[in-house]
Nanobody, 113 residues
Framework: QVQLVESGGGLVQAGGSMRLSCAGS??????MAWYRQAPGKQREFVAR???????SVANDLRGRFTIARDYAKNTVHLQINKVKFEDTGVYYC?????????WGQGTQVTVSS
């Protein structure tokens, strides 16, 4: 069983940067990913990282989103640069592919002008 805790969200100005974190036991031995759900929309894939650190970012987010591991802290980070209003939403981490019983509360990101 993996318990995942997301953190790092909050209010950020458009054009700014934000780093989200996902911590939990067992993360280092699993392919992980970030997902997000904007208001009124379905949850969508953002980025993934393999056990060995190979990454992939959703096509329309490349260049602004970066996913990385901290093996020492059993953590996966999501760096968001040049944030846009459409980045507003709840960000979740989960395995890749996601497991239904691993969804946590997520962390809210709100982009302001």
């Amino acid at each position: 069983q993996v318990q995942l805790v997301e953190s790092g969200g909050g209010l950020v100005q458009a054009g700014g940067s934000m780093r989200l974190s996902c911590a939990g036991s067992g993360i280092n031995s699993r392919a992980m990913a970030w997902y997000r759900q904007a208001p009124g929309k379905q949850r969508e894939f953002v980025a993934r990282i393999s056990i060995t650190g190979v990454t992939s970012v959703a096509n329309d987010l490349r260049g602004r989103f970066t996913i990385a591991r901290d093996y020492a802290k059993n953590t996966v980070h999501l760096q968001i640069n040049k944030v846009k209003f459409e980045d507003t939403g709840v960000y979740y981490c989960n395995t890749n592919p996601p497991q239904s019983n691993y969804w946590g509360q997520g962390t809210q990101v709100t982009v302001s002008s």
